[in-house]
């Protein structure tokens, strides 16, 4: 089968199918997606070597379990051991010795087919499109930050960053009744949260203060800075970005302010995807463009370009 | 009156008697106390300048609630405007135009007197001495952690440091039930902890990991590295330490682990006295030397060097 292959540089190839364990399904993957992640493991982000790609929507060709074949799904990353206390509390995503699909010793979806524990697995509703549901990992992961942290209708939030993450992530905040607003420098990508119900902000002069929760989704070292002037004391910030080298942080400002950083990563599958199937997310105008997975270097290139927001593939059905 | 004033040096030297304002009360300092922050403010932290100092116990000499006059207090050294968002939730302690003695914009106790509202102060019990009750506020910033987050029995607890901050830290977090640990360098400091219940680890080479709650109360950097050593995913960290300089962070690894830093600083005195009236807290141990506040110079010297861990200054009665 053809998967797009980093090791050491990017290129689309011939790969062996994976052979199905037990307990794990053979998916047929239909359609993924691109995110910063598969960026950085191309910069030596956990010294990945493999099949990239961790998004995707599929249909189950084989498994253990019958009644999933032919079935449609989405399918959590991240595989645990099974036996360690992460994994006991069935929080595999901070197992320490999981593997996850694209990122961690664990081939991707940017290929034909992969293998993944039944477990994993979610059926998606048939009223959610491929184009749709491709988007419940990304999702999960805002809907992370309300599964973390109890956010109140009565707070004031602020989102840096008006990239894929933020634009999802205000999203989602703003179902909690809470106001949300969002900073960012892109007029059209401010346009698309701005008829949803988000209060925008350009970059440039801003200067709002007094938010109850921010969440740093820039990516960017300045954006943390624009967290830490905006956030109130005794607030909170949602850190989103990963950064591949340490970051300069003004920790006495944390300290007398009595700020509180939360680390946030991957988050539930469910209900991003009732969220999803709801219509409660908007994500088409998200989308830049849709390649071919014959163009899967093509697209490579192209989604890591300025204005781009996401980018996915269709694979052969 | 005598004052320890720092203006871009230090002098114990004659300063102007300070006038009490309506509501707030006249108070004799018999007691005060050193801490890290008097030093930092002479290397240019807040760039203040004046009476430093802001650990005390006095007695009343002069205020409008007459029931006053005559006791002996300890105060909140916080000052708020009283009209902001914060002071009308009764947080002085982050109102933005706040004062606070001998750190920002008000004289503090290193003097014969000072003056402070009388909302701030608390009565000391009779069976609380003075070199006990000096404590009340460096306590009341470790009781600030509980107050701040949940602390459960069942979890395991990291003190990283063995100074001033750390030994009482540990002191208040066992209380919760907690099992509590602290790692340090100095066996005579640990020693203090050690027979009160706390479990004791010498900082070369130790590499216990998986602790739900991490005090970073060391002062160092490096004691930051060690808390993202040991704390296990989803746990939390409490910043103690401030920082003149900004201070590099693995942010990655806080976002991978979702990890929760909170910053945390004073705290709330009321319970901070119980706890010492009711002898829950060892504080005597930590007491290296008392110094006459006449010998202000020499005492403030002798706080900084190696193995001391607290200071205190008997003022004249």
Chains 1, 2 share one sequence.
């Not at 703003?174 to 059209?188: K, N, S």
């Not at 599958?269 to 994500?283: D, H, N, W």
Request: charged share 25%.
């Amino acid at each position: 089968m053809l998967g797009l292959v980093y090791d050491g540089k990017l290129s689309l190839r011939e790969v062996p199918r994976p052979i199905r364990p037990a307990g794990e399904a053979l998916v047929k993957v239909l359609m993924s997606g691109f995110c910063r992640t598969d960026f950085e493991l191309t910069q030596g982000y956990h010294g990945f070597s493999g099949v990239l790609g961790h998004e995707f929507v599929g249909r189950v060709e084989e498994a253990d379990d019958h009644s999933l074949i032919g079935r449609r799904v989405v399918g959590e990353i991240n595989v645990g051991c099974g036996r360690c206390d992460q994994c006991r509390k069935f929080d595999a995503r901070h197992c320490p010795s999981r593997t996850a699909i694209g990122i961690l010793g664990r081939p991707g979806c940017f290929a034909d087919y992969l293998v993944l524990p039944e477990a994993n697995l979610h059926l998606v509703p048939d009223q959610v499109p491929n184009a749709t549901a491709v988007f419940t990992e990304p999702l999960a992961a805002m809907v992370e930050m309300p599964d973390q942290v109890h956010i109140r209708p009565t707070s004031r939030a602020l989102v840096v960053g008006d990239g894929r993450i933020g634009l999802l992530a205000a999203q989602v905040l703003r179902l909690t009744g809470a106001e949300v607003h969002l900073v960012g420098r892109h007029e059209d990508k401010l346009d698309i949260v701005r008829h949803v119900g988000v209060i925008t902000h350009q970059r440039e002069g801003f200067e709002e203060k007094g938010f109850d929760v921010v969440v740093e989704a820039s990516g960017s070292v300045p954006g943390l800075s624009t967290a830490l002037d905006a956030i109130k004391p005794r607030g909170l910030i949602f850190v989103k970005s990963t950064h591949i080298k340490p970051v300069l942080l003004d920790m006495t400002r944390v300290v007398v302010n009595e700020v509180t950083l939360v680390g946030s990563r991957c988050g539930p599958f469910a209900p991003a995807l009732a969220l999803l199937s709801r219509g409660l997310i908007e994500v088409t105008p998200l989308i830049t463009r849709v390649f071919s997975f014959r163009e899967a270097e093509q697209a490579f290139d192209f989604a890591w370009q300025k204005g781009v927001i996401k980018v996915l593939m269709q694979h052969e059905e």
